[in-house]
Each structure stands twice: as structure tokens, then as C-alpha cells.
């Protein structure tokens, strides 16, 4: 990535869980985040007992938690709100960083669309040095990805240009994309993926596959 091409034409469009970061990397972020502040208003050690329940892949690892605890299972929704007000301890994928800051040297236009809540996903963002970009959050806009309004919105944002949304949820992330005659690009870098890629609709299969975030470059120069 040492030249750098003019793609202005372009409007380059990230998802953040298990695109930007690992989704479950956060999880342990959060789970953190609960023990810590627990141990700190109950002046005892909670450091690991909310964790093995995660690692043991249970679906309500938080439920699991009360229950183990003997905590109401009402504690539980205290518990959620700590986990996703917490300030993340999050870091980009390997090469996604590189990935920007060149995108943003050859002028490209970044911008965020993710489902989930405004002040979570948000937090991710400030995490990773990136709420300084237009961002679509999904409870904003009381939109989720199976709507086209925010990809409108971006489109009239940044009219006359070429789009791609770059995400990693073959259920959702690309059937509007698809349907606008976006460029859509699988994010398959992350290997301990919440959500798999594997899917059977035409409609919600993207563009293609990508191993590396280094690759998202020749993609666009081949399609400018």
C-alpha cells in the first residue's frame, strides 16, 4: 500500500462486529467491564466467574451468571446495562487500521452502518478513534439492515458516487446493499465469528469473499 490511487469515486462503507473488531473480543471487553465493577460495590472478587460462563459458549452467559450467584434474575438487566455503557478495551482486526488510513490518503469516503444501540456501538467507535465518522447506528434511524434507509441515506449523503458496504453477516448484512447495485464485500478475516457466513439465499450472498483487509484495495481500483 505504498501508492496511492485517487478513489473519491468511492463511498466505502464498514459494519463493526467481526468486520472492524472481533465481536467476541468485545464480549470479553465487557464481561471485564462486569467483573471489575462488581468486585469494586461488593468488595469482593468477581474475576473469572462471569468469564467461564462465555468461554463455555452459553447463549445467556448473564442469566447463567445470576443463576450460579444466586442474584434475581431482574439483576440480570443491571448487568446489561454495565456491559453496553462500558467503555470497550478494543482494538482493530489486524490490517483494518492500514486499511483506513489508506482508504482515507486516497480520498476515499468512510462511513459507518451497524445495527445495535446508538451509545454501545458509538462507544466501540470512540474506542477505536473512529466518531469522527458519519455514522448510521440502527436505533437511530429505527432501521434495521433489512431496510434500505440508511443505505439511502448514504447515497444521498455522497450523491454520484460508487458504494460498498464491506460486513460479515451473510443473513443480513447484504441484501439491501445488493439490491441497490452496491459492491458488497464478505468480511471472512476473523476467525471466531459470532455469526457464520454460510447461506443458502442468492439474494443475500455478497459480491465476494475476502481474506484480508489488504485486499478491499485492488477490489476498488478493479472496479473504479
Known amino acids: 500500500m505504498n501508492n496511492f490511487i485517487n478513489l473519491s469515486k468511492w463511498v466505502v462503507v464498514f459494519d463493526i462486529d467481526d468486520t472492524l473488531i472481533s465481536e467476541f473480543e468485545y464480549q470479553l471487553s465487557g464481561v471485564r467491564a462486569i467483573e471489575e465493577f462488581l468486585s469494586k460495590i461488593y468488595n469482593k472478587s468477581f474475576q473469572g466467574k ?5 468461554n463455555l459458549g452459553c447463549d445467556d452467559f448473564l442469566s447463567e451468571f445470576c443463576k450460579e450467584l444466586n442474584f434475581p434474575e431482574v439483576f ?10 462500558h467503555l470497550p478495551d478494543i482494538k482493530f482486526h489486524d490490517g483494518i487500521d492500514e486499511l483506513i488510513v489508506y482508504l482515507k490518503k486516497c480520498k476515499a469516503n468512510l462511513a459507518i452502518l451497524s445495527d445495535g444501540r446508538s451509545i454501545t456501538q458509538r462507544l466501540k467507535l470512540e474506542a477505536l478513534g473512529l466518531n469522527n465518522l458519519p455514522s448510521f447506528i440502527s436505533e437511530e434511524y429505527s432501521s434495521d439492515k433489512f431496510s ?5 441515506e448514504i ?5 454520484d458516487k460508487r458504494y460498498v458496504y464491506i460486513g460479515d453477516n451473510a443473513e443480513k448484512d447484504f441484501l439491501i446493499p445488493n439490491e441497490l447495485g452496491w459492491l458488497s ?4 478475516w476473523i476467525d471466531n ?7 443458502k439465499e442468492q439474494t443475500k450472498i455478497p459480491d465476494l469473499w475476502v481474506k484480508n483487509p489488504n485486499e478491499v484495495i485492488n477490489i476498488l481500483i478493479k472496479n473504479l
Open 50 to 54: 462471569l468469564l467461564k460462563f462465555l
Open 76 to 85: 440480570k438487566e443491571s448487568l446489561l446495562w454495565t456491559y453496553r455503557l
Open 148 to 152: 434500505n434507509k440508511r443505505f439511502l
Open 155 to 159: 447515497q444521498k449523503k455522497w450523491p
Open 185 to 188: 464485500i464478505g468480511a471472512d
Open 193 to 199: 465469528k459470532v455469526h457464520s457466513s454460510e447461506i
